[in-house]
């Protein structure tokens, strides 16, 4: 009877552990398959929101050239990390057609800019404090980045701390420049 009530206890936690176990894995496979290729050649999501300086920028006015969209804030480590590398590429590149827009999701202006005053961002940091881009780009973290063709195509998901001007990045960069 005891032996009978102790295989009867395992069979069903047995069951239960491989359910889980099941479900991390599907869970784990359609994270990595979607968060990788999520609207990879597909229009990316238009949207307006403010700079630093009130005013309305938009993802449409900026079609025709390549555009890179950086999602980030001051209080993430391998955001603040990529920065001056993504400042970097975006000085060499702008005169050729590069755009960078850094959405913020920081809910206090002041500090984000002082940040970017501090550390000579050149490029458009545009405030998204209701996270309502971020949400319409279905995103989970940051730092995450896309980067969107002259028709406005996502080609691109970086997710995580890029290195912006290493060889390979400035080679997709020249070759989307050219199209």
């Not at 102790?6 to 979607?34: C, G, M, Q, R, T």
């Not at 980030?72 to 920065?83: F, K, N, Q, R, Y």
Request: hydrophobic share 50%; with cysteine; aromatic share 12%.
């Amino acid at each position: 009877m005891i032996m009978r009530n102790f295989i009867n206890s395992f069979n069903k936690h047995l069951k239960i552990f491989l359910a889980e176990i099941l479900l991390l894995i599907l869970l784990i496979s359609f994270w990595s398959s979607d968060c990788q290729s999520e609207n990879i050649g597909f229009l990316a999501p238009d949207f307006t929101l403010n700079d630093l300086y009130g005013m309305k920028i938009a993802l449409s006015q900026f079609k025709g050239k390549v555009v890179i969209l950086n999602f980030w804030s001051i209080w993430c480590g391998p955001c603040l990390a990529e920065m001056p590398s993504l400042n970097r590429l975006y000085l060499e590149f702008k005169d050729k057609g590069l755009v960078v827009l850094a959405i913020a999701e920081d809910p206090a202006e002041k500090p984000l800019r002082a940040y970017v005053k501090d550390k000579g961002l050149a490029f458009p940091v545009l405030m998204d404090k209701d996270r309502k881009v971020y949400f319409k780009y279905a995103l989970f973290g940051i730092p995450v980045s896309f980067l969107i063709d002259k028709k406005g195509v996502i080609v691109e998901k970086f997710i995580g701390e890029s290195d912006w001007v290493s060889h390979q990045m400035k080679e997709k960069i020249l070759i989307l420049l050219k199209k």
